[in-house]
């Protein structure tokens, strides 16, 4: 059974951090891309960031690049987002995904003074 369980998310004043964690079970996780997506409340799914298999390769949206870093550590089956600098438009469930394997159950970032 495929498994993808986020945590770390919680509520952060702006210019705050967090860092997300998603550990993954039940499919090859080191040969799998993985992506962080996020849904914030009345808007559809965004694409956050992504990583290659290898750790390697990394992708951000145009909002997130320079504050947010994902990665990822093979050995312990798990995927990253370090989040900094957080505006309140930062705001959302984040999931973590592999496109074939499917969505985590999400874990909420709020962010608000």
């Known amino acids: 059974e495929v498994q993808l369980v986020e945590s770390g998310g919680g509520l952060v004043q702006p210019g705050g951090s967090l860092r997300l964690s998603c550990a993954a079970s039940g499919f090859t996780f080191g040969s799998s891309d993985m992506i962080w997506v996020r849904q914030a409340p009345g808007k559809g799914p965004e694409w956050v960031s992504a990583?290659?298999?290898?750790?390697?390769?990394?992708y951000y949206n145009d909002s997130v690049k320079g504050r947010f870093t994902i990665s990822r550590d093979n050995a312990k089956n798990t995927v990253y987002l370090q989040m900094n600098s957080l505006k309140p438009e930062d705001t959302a469930v984040y999931y973590c995904a592999n496109l074939l394997e499917g969505w985590g159950q999400g874990t909420q970032v709020t962010v608000s003074s």
């Open positions: 990583i290659n298999y290898g750790g390697g390769i990394t």
